[in-house]
């Protein structure tokens, strides 16, 4: 992971899941993240693959340009690219593994902005599919966040992350997948959606 917000919610998800496979909803303590806060949100699995947000912090929400909380994620997706979307949040709930992409995207400056979003999944009253804990960590901070939102997102790599501490400082093996770069950090991972770049 390259921005230390990344790392910070890794490691602290870490600490709290233990040996479990994911911590609890309850377990999260906003103030223990109030540092990266601005960057973090929770998504809600439901029946129709929606994935509506339960939390939004106000960076995320800025790059949107709008209030997120209550809103579908799938409402923020190019409409051909929900489908690969959904079945990524959906992999890092059945697997339980801990999952970093590379998104790009340009404002109206037109320079691509690099965002890292963080993936995290999360029990609710002992279900496992049930949250997602996630942070939107852009790689710098334009003078137009907040003003305008971004444009069409498109993703540019997917790593598949170690759940311990230590991997979020130690780069894992690299191989390249068409045009994604896949990083895997663990266990071989067979049901990954392949993610087009668009």
Same mark, same amino acid.
């Given at each position: 992971?390259?921005?230390? $917000? *990344? %790392? ?5 998800? =870490?600490? @709290? +899941? &233990?040996?479990?496979? /994911? ?30 947000l339960r939390l939004s $912090? *106000? %960076? ?5 340009? =709008?209030? @997120? +909380? &209550?809103?579908?994620? /799938? ?44 993936? @995290? ?78």
């Amino acid at each position: 992971m390259r921005h230390p $917000g *990344s %790392r910070e919610l890794f490691q602290y998800w =870490s600490r @709290l +899941k &233990g040996e479990r496979t /994911a911590p609890e909803r309850a377990d999260i303590d906003p103030s223990a993240i109030r540092a990266i806060l601005a960057d973090v949100f929770i998504l809600e699995a439901d029946p129709q693959r929606l994935f509506p947000l339960r939390l939004s $912090g *106000s %960076r995320v929400n800025a790059l949107f340009g =709008s209030e @997120l +909380k &209550g809103r579908a994620f /799938a409402s923020l997706w190019p409409a051909a690219a929900w489908g690969e979307v959904a079945a990524l949040l959906e992999g890092v709930m059945d697997e339980s593994r801990a999952v970093v992409v590379g998104l790009a995207t340009s404002g109206p400056d037109g320079a691509t902005l690099e965002i890292e979003w963080l993936i @995290l999944p999360l029990r609710h009253h002992g279900k496992t599919h049930a949250r997602l804990i996630s942070s939107l960590s852009p790689a710098r901070v334009p003078a137009w966040l907040g003003l305008v939102p971004i444009s069409e997102i498109t993703i540019r790599s997917l790593r598949v992350l170690r759940a311990t501490a230590a991997s979020a400082q130690t780069p894992p093996d690299e191989r390249r997948r068409q045009h994604l770069t896949i990083h895997e950090g663990g266990r071989q991972t067979q049901n990954w959606p392949q993610v087009s770049r668009r």
